[in-house]
């Protein structure tokens, strides 16, 4: 081989200037995909641009690459040193024959000639020569609605035609007759390849351009590296979402019949686990917008035992099988804890209140969209949740009548709201439904969990022997939901009055706290510990010494209520909306007041859908306490019967009976035993 001319190499300047003089870091295309002749050209290139940054001459170049050292330096600075659109330089992708790398410029004036043709790079020739028109326009492309003044959210195309055309008349191009006003369309398709290009190199702006900052987030959304999750019970996600469907409650009226009304807004919350897919709990929420409370509830239905709901008769068996929850299956998953909890930029304001609870209880850190990999609050961040929710809706909820859809074009010429009056799809069948919906979906093969169901996966990932649970305090999740507040003692000897206290605009005492008149003037700590009956309250001394269940006095004393309506029901009565009879219970007197509203499309008010879903949720747990006591005393009843034809057929003492039996010689005695 020939010496080199250069030992030490040639150092293009404008190689060391860049930093781009180590040829390995330099980008390198498939030549795989290209056909044979362009592949051997390419490779010839190839090896010219190495031997000519080696420093061999231009013989020896062109006897093995068949080009020439002033070809090959051309081929380094006009094509590989040029910037690629991902923002790295050409390198080796530069030397792929045929490939432009800079746009075609035109040079001469535009004529057009009789058949339309000879108008090639006409807009990149106007633009060049009014580069403030450029810049305007290109500012107008690329300019997106103002979020406090009114304006176009979208331009269409159209009308950025017609500005650039306004621009070019005012600068006297119709008047010459100059392009675009000579052909026949007056440049439009031409305009449209410039506007996309524009896009093309403003992808961020055009994003915003286009679709708001919505879609401009997601396109810098992630492909979850930043968040990674190496086991489950690692990270959970949780958010709401607003049922699409239209429910009724059948309200009575004072005829005895029943009266349908239309509630609008429903919600689920629901917590998945990301790494199983598992649900662990939700909550259905009843309130115009999602509250602290209502967050709360979910928590700890994610970390108390579920139960099958008793249905209506005949619809037992939409329950799958397998459907269940993870705190249904096995008393090591009720309570469990996990590490994360993410929630979205609309939960986050409500989760602020509740991230005190989440760090004492299930010590568990808050993610919010203001820090780690959910700070861009693109709806891709948290996929896994969304998913849930187009499956949830898309298996359930839409496939029926009376659902709304996600958008307007959804309804097809339906009227959800007569088809929720007429069919009498009740809130309680939506309770129904969701519930089954999200059981179902936890019995569900995943092709992401290798075809196992995420209960599975679950049971699979935590049967490890290098896994370990965290349980939360029973105790503390019972009082998940609590308050507790220092109340003052009133009454006393001054007063003549047995002690009571004035708790959450409800009086309450029982016989232990009105005999001690001792705590007259004094505080003491009043807890609601049923979140649905706030009939009664736990109360001790700020020693710590328990004065036993306190119990509301009228008008808060016969029907189960929680705070919030108590709360609700107070201020509707301040704004005299009703009058509470003396002997009355308020809450009685609310419902009254809810049910005689004539106007039959007002909305329940959404307190008193709280109060018949504790109404009913008491019914229900008192209906199965029946079951249970009727079920033992049935059994309680045939042994008795046993017993007595024992008696009967063997007719004798209880002494010989035990002879009789330690004999072992009585046929009769044992046939009817084992009847």
């Known amino acids: 081989m020939k010496t080199r001319e250069n030992p030490l190499g040639r150092q293009l300047p404008c190689l060391l200037r860049t930093g781009n003089e180590d040829l390995d870091a330099w980008p390198t ?3 795989g995909v290209l056909t044979e002749f362009d592949r051997k050209k390419y490779l010839m290139r190839k090896e010219a641009v190495r031997l000519y940054l080696a420093g061999y001459g231009d013989s020896l170049i062109r006897e093995k690459c068949e080009i020439g050292l002033k070809q090959t330096y051309r081929l380094i600075t006009e094509r590989c040193l040029k910037t690629h659109p991902d923002g790295r330089i050409y390198g080796f992708r530069g030397l792929i024959p045929k490939l432009r ?12 000639n009789e058949f339309g043709g000879g108008a090639v790079g006409a807009m990149g020739l106007v633009l060049d020569l009014n580069p403030d028109l450029r810049r305007s326009f290109d500012k107008k492309i690329l ?10 959210i979208r331009k269409p195309r159209q009308a950025l035609w017609k500005w650039f055309l306004d621009r070019l008349r005012d600068l006297g191009y119709e008047v010459r007759g100059e392009w675009p006003f000579n052909t026949i369309t007056n440049g439009y398709n031409s305009v449209c390849r410039h506007i996309d290009l524009v896009y093309k190199l403003n992808p961020k702006m055009a994003a915003r351009a286009i679709g708001g900052k919505t879609l401009e987030r997601k396109l810098i959304t992630g492909d979850g590296v930043d968040r990674p999750v190496k086991r489950v019970l690692q990270r959970v996600e949780m958010d709401a979402h607003k049922l699409d469907g239209r429910f009724c409650v059948l309200m009575p009226n004072g005829d005895g019949e029943h009266v349908p009304r239309i509630v609008h807004r429903l919600w689920v919350i629901v917590i998945l686990d ?4 598992a649900v662990l709990g939700y909550h259905f929420a009843l309130g115009k917008e999602v509250s602290k409370t209502d967050v709360l509830r979910a928590i700890k239905s994610a970390l108390t035992r579920w139960r099958r709901r008793i249905l209506s008769p005949g619809l037992e068996h939409i329950y799958w099988d397998d459907a269940n929850f993870p705190s249904g299956m096995s008393d090591r998953y009720v309570g469990m804890c996990w590490d994360e909890t993410s929630v979205d930029g609309a939960l986050a304001e409500t989760c602020k209140s509740v991230e005190q609870f989440l760090r004492d209880v299930v010590n568990s850190r808050l993610i919010s969209p203001k820090e780690g990999f959910a700070s ?12 849930f929710f187009r499956v949830l809706a898309g298996g359930g909820l839409h496939k029926m009548s009376n659902t709304t859809g996600s958008k307007p074009k959804d309804r097809k010429g339906r009227e959800p709201e007569e088809v929720a009056l007429n069919s009498q799809f009740q809130l309680e069948y939506a309770e129904d439904l969701i519930d089954v ?11 992401s969990l290798g075809y196992r169901t995420p209960l599975q996966f679950l049971e699979y990932a935590t049967n490890r022997p290098d896994f370990s649970f965290r349980y939360a305090d029973p105790e503390q999740v019972s009082l998940l939901l609590s308050l507790r507040k220092k109340c003052k003692v009133q009454g006393g000897v001054q ?18 706290l009105s005999q001690r008149f001792d705590l007259a003037g004094k505080y003491i700590d009043v807890i609601n510990h049923e979140e649905n009956d706030a009939r009664i309250a736990l109360a001790s001394t700020s020693d710590g010494q328990s004065l036993g269940v306190l119990r509301a006095g009228p008008p808060w004393h016969r029907f189960p209520h929680s705070l919030r309506i108590r709360a609700a029901i107070k201020g509707m009565i301040r704004k005299k909306m009703f009058y509470v009879a003396s002997g009355t219970d308020a809450t009685e007197a609310f419902v009254e007041y809810c049910e005689s509203q004539s106007n039959k499309k007002l909305p329940p008010h959404p307190s008193c859908l709280e109060f018949r879903r504790i109404i009913a949720n008491s019914e229900r747990n008192e209906s199965e306490e029946l079951l249970r006591v009727a079920l033992d005393t049935i059994s309680s009843s045939d042994e008795a019967e046993i017993a007595r034809r024992d008696q009967a057929i063997g007719g004798k003492d209880s002494d010989s009976e035990v002879n009789e039996c330690s004999q072992g010689s009585s046929p009769r005695r044992r046939k009817a035993a084992s009847s």
């Open 101 to 112: 790398i800079k746009p075609y410029k035109r040079k001469r004036k535009v004529k057009v």
């Open 143 to 152: 300019e997106s609605a103002s979020s406090s003044t009114l304006s176009l």
């Open 495 to 512: 007063e003549g009055r047995a002690p009571y206290v004035n708790f959450e605009n409800a009086r309450y005492t029982n016989e232990i």
């Open 376 to 387: 861009r609050r693109g709806l891709d961040e948290r996929p896994f949740i969304e998913t």
């Open 437 to 447: 919906l999200i059981a179902n979906y936890n019995a569900t093969p995943h092709t």
């Open 29 to 31: 295309p498939d030549d």
């Open 274 to 277: 990301v790494e199983s897919r």
